[in-house]
């Protein structure tokens, strides 16, 4: 920098005008990012959890409605600070005002170690999927693809189109995207955003889903399988609360069970179910034919992403005889599984078909079964 400027003042000033006026501003930036917040709730995701749980309350006042206590609500988390913020906000949005501290209400929240967390980071505990997690090859050659290329001739142009100062990278530019990201979600704006137009970001969220497909959906079936402990879980829970109505006179049944855990942890369920997939797998060759796709990371594991699943109770005077069904709502939106055969017009499908496929799905075993290395390399 001194030895720039004392070639002559008026070279060493003219210096700041080459390339366009934005990347004048981009040289001048400041990260508004602390690297101590990486791991913390933002205050809009704490507000978002929220206000999460009193639409919730207001879909469901039967469920959600009665005064708390530990064995009626039942809260889990995993061993992370965000997680942990976004349990305790999403109880206090449920149960506020009713509470014994001004109308604060305590709870008791169930937090696991990550190295004993086989509910809620079964991703960490399967050998098998942790030796076949890698970045794709689909990915890899998408993210130096053409599609990819024309984004960064597009950003080059917007910086400096001829190249005197800043010879933009795919590396710099995905970075530039994130930074974009990340401030907008925290500050509400951000000066990265200015490089990207739409058509740009819809193939760098190709590119994102491309990874998150072959890692953690549909892209192979380990991904979707080791959700096995979380899916027997919930199907425990809802048989649990189907006996609690046939024995109602026997015992109390639990209102609702809630975990806050990681989009590892939501996406890989949400695949076992079969939602959000396509008719085609997402490759790097066919990004305009997926243009309209279902999987979406954006649309699936936004910030406070959620699953809920509900069990009503029908009657025994059901029209197909099928008094149990459950409903699964995606981030608040309705959707029907593709195996359900018998859902009604809510969506609705009976409990004994989730609980057929999800043996169909796991062939009879258990998750050390499906994780286990050498035994799947001795039956292949």
Same mark, same amino acid.
């Given at each position: 920098?001194?030895?720039?400027?004392?070639?002559?003042?008026?070279?060493?000033?003219?210096?700041?005008?080459?390339?366009?006026?934005?990347?004048?501003?981009?040289?001048?930036?400041?990260?508004?990012?602390?690297?101590?917040?990486?791991?913390?709730?933002?205050?809009?995701?704490?507000?978002?959890?929220?206000?999460?749980?009193?639409?919730?309350?207001?879909?469901?006042?039967?469920? !959600?409605?009665?005064?708390?206590?530990?064995?009626? @609500?039942?809260?889990?988390?995993?061993?992370?600070?965000?997680?942990?913020?976004? *349990?305790?906000?999403?109880?206090?949005?449920?149960?506020?005002?009713?509470?014994?501290?001004?109308? @604060?209400?305590?709870?008791?929240?169930?937090?696991?170690?990550? =190295?004993?967390?086989?509910?809620?980071?079964?991703?960490? =505990?399967?050998?098998? @999927?942790?030796?076949?997690?890698?970045?794709?090859?689909?990915?890899?050659?998408?993210?130096?693809?053409?599609?990819?290329?024309?984004?960064? *001739?597009?950003?080059? *142009?917007?910086?400096?189109?001829?190249?005197?100062?800043?010879?933009?990278?795919?590396?710099?530019?995905?970075?530039?995207?994130?930074?974009? $990201?990340?401030?907008?979600? %925290?500050?509400?704006?951000?000066?990265?955003?200015?490089?990207?137009?739409? +058509?740009?970001?819809?193939? $760098?969220?190709?590119?994102?889903?491309?990874?998150?497909?072959?890692?953690? #959906?549909?892209?192979?079936?380990?991904?979707?399988?080791?959700?096995?402990?979380? %899916?027997?879980?919930?199907?425990? =829970?809802?048989?649990?609360?189907?006996?609690?109505?046939?024995?109602?006179?026997?015992?109390?049944?639990?209102?609702?069970?809630?975990?806050?855990?990681?989009?590892?942890?939501?996406?890989?369920? %949400?695949?076992?179910?079969?939602?959000?997939?396509?008719?085609?797998?997402?490759?790097?060759?066919?990004?305009?034919?997926?243009?309209?796709?279902?999987?979406?990371?954006? +649309?699936?594991?936004?910030?406070?992403?959620?699953?809920?699943?509900?069990?009503?109770?029908?009657?025994? #005077? *059901?029209?197909?005889?099928?008094?149990?069904?459950?409903?699964? !709502?995606?981030?608040?939106?309705?959707?029907?599984?593709?195996?359900?055969?018998?859902?009604?017009?809510?969506?609705?499908?009976?409990?004994?078909?989730?609980?057929? =496929?999800?043996?169909?799905?796991?062939?009879?075993?258990?998750?050390?079964?499906?994780?286990?290395?050498?035994?799947?390399?001795?039956?292949?």
């Amino acid at each position: 920098g001194g030895d720039g400027g004392g070639d002559g003042g008026g070279d060493g000033g003219g210096d700041d005008q080459i390339g366009s006026p934005l990347l004048s501003t981009l040289r001048g930036w400041e990260n508004r990012l602390h690297e101590d917040d990486a791991s913390k709730l933002t205050h809009h995701g704490s507000r978002e959890q929220f206000c999460l749980a009193k639409r919730l309350a207001q879909r469901y006042p039967s469920l !959600l409605e009665e005064t708390y206590c530990s064995s009626t @609500y039942a809260f889990r988390s995993t061993q992370s600070s965000r997680t942990i913020e976004s *349990a305790l906000s999403f109880a206090h949005g449920l149960f506020e005002g009713t509470g014994p501290l001004n109308g @604060y209400q305590p709870i008791t929240l169930d937090v696991v170690g990550m =190295h004993e967390d086989k509910l809620l980071r079964f991703f960490d =505990h399967c050998p098998h @999927y942790l030796k076949m997690k890698e970045v794709s090859s689909c990915a890899q050659k998408f993210q130096y693809g053409p599609h990819i290329h024309q984004v960064v *001739a597009r950003v080059q *142009a917007i910086i400096d189109p001829e190249q005197r100062v800043w010879n933009v990278t795919i590396p710099e530019v995905l970075s530039a995207y994130k930074l974009c $990201i990340g401030e907008h979600v %925290v500050f509400g704006d951000s000066i990265w955003c200015q490089l990207f137009s739409h +058509h740009d970001v819809a193939v $760098i969220e190709y590119l994102a889903d491309l990874k998150l497909y072959w890692t953690k #959906g549909h892209g192979q079936d380990i991904n979707w399988k080791i959700a096995a402990p979380l %899916v027997e879980d919930m199907l425990k =829970h809802l048989n649990e609360a189907q006996e609690s109505v046939v024995l109602a006179h026997l015992r109390k049944p639990q209102k609702a069970t809630f975990r806050f855990a990681h989009a590892e942890t939501l996406l890989p369920f %949400v695949a076992f179910w079969g939602l959000m997939n396509d008719s085609q797998k997402l490759k790097d060759d066919n990004y305009l034919e997926m243009v309209d796709r279902k999987f979406r990371g954006s +649309h699936i594991t936004p910030f406070s992403a959620n699953v809920v699943c509900v069990l009503y109770d029908c009657g025994s #005077g *059901a029209e197909d005889g099928e008094r149990f069904r459950v409903r699964i !709502l995606l981030n608040e939106v309705g959707v029907v599984p593709p195996f359900c055969r018998k859902h009604d017009h809510f969506g609705m499908c009976p409990l004994h078909e989730f609980v057929n =496929h999800f043996r169909d799905k796991t062939g009879g075993q258990n998750f050390s079964e499906i994780c286990n290395v050498r035994m799947l390399q001795a039956g292949s």
